[in-house]
C-alpha cells in the first residue's frame, strides 16, 4: 500500500516559482514511475511531468522550459520545481505513483493559484 503526502502549493504571481513536494509512505518499488498530474476547474486531468526510476523524465508541453521534475529514491519523495509561472498554470496539482502492476496511487492534491 502507498500514500502519497503533496505540499508546498500556495499563491504567487505571474513569473514568480514554487517548489512542489510528494511524499510517499508504505512500501514503494525503486522501478516505479512517478509524476506529477494538474487539473483545472472544468477541465480534464492532465499528465505535467514523469521521472522513471532511472532519471530518464518527460513534460507536458505547455510547461516544457519552466518545469524541472526530480525524485529522491532514498527517501520516496519526488519534486516539482514550477518557474515562470503563468495564470494558466493555476490548478491542483496531483502526485502520483504507476506501479508495475499498473495500479495506480494518488496524492490528495495541492492548490497553485497564480495571478497576474
Known amino acids: 500500500q502507498v500514500q502519497l503526502v503533496e505540499s508546498g502549493g500556495g499563491l504567487v504571481q505571474a513569473g514568480g516559482s514554487l517548489r512542489l513536494s510528494c511524499a510517499a509512505s508504505?512500501?514503494?518499488?525503486?522501478?516505479?514511475?512517478m509524476c506529477w498530474y494538474r487539473q483545472a476547474p472544468g477541465k480534464q486531468r492532465e499528465l505535467v511531468a514523469g521521472i522513471s526510476s532511472g532519471g530518464t523524465t518527460n513534460y507536458g508541453d505547455s510547461v516544457k522550459g519552466r518545469f524541472t521534475i526530480s525524485r529522491d529514491n532514498a527517501k520516496n519523495t519526488v519534486y516539482l520545481q514550477m518557474n515562470s509561472l503563468k495564470p494558466e498554470d493555476t490548478a491542483v496539482y496531483y502526485c502520483?505513483?504507476?506501479?508495475?502492476?499498473?495500479?495506480?496511487?494518488w496524492g490528495q492534491g495541492t492548490q497553485v493559484t497564480v495571478s497576474s
Open positions: 508504505g512500501s514503494i518499488f525503486s522501478f516505479a514511475l
Open positions: 502520483n505513483v504507476l506501479l508495475p502492476s499498473l495500479r495506480n496511487y
